[in-house]
């Protein structure tokens, strides 16, 4: 089997497993890394696929070696922070572009302390990129705040509807970090803000929502200066599970994607006290992170890189969420 040069690490699971199947109906050639041989080997197998068997864990040489090759390293082994920093070293060391499927800030905060580095090695560090509801939340965001009058003020909240996937779950009840808000320019505790209810504008009415910690909170504030920025989540079409992990399925069906769609609120302040609002309407998440991975990996083997820290906003601009066909925006 021949080799690619992009690679997935974690594609034996839920969420890059479907970015897999999306990558093959594009014609784009990968292969896939993991840790479990019996795993990778059999998933590998199903897609007619290379693979590598390695762990964040192993000894730099040991991963460098598995990145031979390459020029763009998706990671979809969460929780991130147990992988980003190990895989990023590495790939500024072999000049590997990496990204991942990643919501969390620590993968940001990992990215902006090699930026330099990065830079250094002509590599591009864009985590998130893959996560398509992150490219939609940092891309609206970052266009609505273009388009506003000295904006001082941004606040998003993203519906999470439907089932999640087991790792999610897993990554949910593993890593509970204390949400964040910027406020000043400063990340300061968030424990929630009047209202505490967000309306979607398609018929459902006014629906709870609690502090999240979404990574336009520090990309957007580093691409715009925007001094507060507060993010939420709605959750709708069932709570998070509380069984027992292995009793959590995989991930929803393709039945249940297509029934849930995902769902984004946005509110701009500028200093003169006038708001702009906006609501967007898409396609499930876990089948936006699918579509997220093809055209980041469309893009970065297309050269479009800028290297260094970046997210999708500061390297491909606000039209970007284009990409994803089928989204509607509402300004209001
Ligand atoms: N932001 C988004 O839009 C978004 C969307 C989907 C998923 N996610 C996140 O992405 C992560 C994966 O989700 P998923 O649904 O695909 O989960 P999954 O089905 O459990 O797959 C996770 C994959 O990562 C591997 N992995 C986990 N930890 C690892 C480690 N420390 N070292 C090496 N490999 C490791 C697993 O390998 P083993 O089988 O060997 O454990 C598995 O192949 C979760 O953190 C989830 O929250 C984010």
């Known amino acids: 089997m021949a080799t690619a040069p992009l690679m997935l690490y974690g594609a034996a699971g839920y969420s890059l497993g479907l970015a897999a199947e999306r990558l093959q109906a594009a014609g784009i050639s990968f292969i896939i890394g993991g840790r479990t041989e019996s795993k990778v080997k059999a998933k590998a197998a199903a897609l007619g696929v290379s693979y590598r068997i390695f762990s964040a864990d192993d000894e730099p040489a040991a991963i460098d070696e598995a990145l031979s090759g390459l020029k763009l390293f998706v990671n979809g082994a969460g929780p991130f922070h147990n992988t980003c920093e190990q895989f990023m070293d590495a790939c500024i060391r072999k000049g590997v572009h990496y990204t991942d499927i990643s919501a969390e800030l620590n993968s940001l905060n990992t990215a902006i302390t090699r930026d330099a580095a990065a830079k250094e090695a002509g590599v591009m560090l864009i985590p998130s990129a893959c996560s398509g509801m992150e490219v939609m939340l940092d891309c609206i965001g970052g266009l609505l705040l273009q388009k506003a009058q000295n904006p001082v003020r941004l606040e998003h909240t993203m519906n999470i509807n439907g089932p999640v996937s087991r790792g999610t779950v897993g990554t949910i009840r593993g890593f509970k970090p204390e949400a964040v808000k910027r406020v000043g320019g400063e990340l300061v505790p968030h424990p929630g803000e009047e209202p505490h209810e967000v309306d ?67 509110k701009i302040t500028s200093s003169d006290g006038s708001i702009t609002n906006a609501v967007a309407h898409t396609a499930n998440g876990y089948d936006l992170t699918a579509m997220g991975t093809v055209e980041a990996a469309k893009a970065i083997l297309g050269d479009a890189v800028k290297p260094g820290f970046q997210t999708p906003f ?18 209001y």
Do not use: M
């Open 314 to 331: 500061s390297a491909w601009g606000g039209d970007y969420y284009k990409v994803f066909s089928g989204t509607t925006i509402e300004e």
């Open 200 to 266: 979607f504008r398609d018929g459902r009415g006014p629906l709870p929502r609690f502090p999240s910690n979404d990574p336009q909170i520090i990309g957007l504030w580093r691409a715009l200066g925007v001094p507060n920025i507060s993010t939420y989540c709605v959750k709708t079409g069932g709570g998070f599970p509380t069984e027992e992990l292995e009793s959590v399925p995989e991930g929803p069906s393709e039945n249940e994607r297509k029934a849930t769609p995902y769902h984004l609120a946005f």
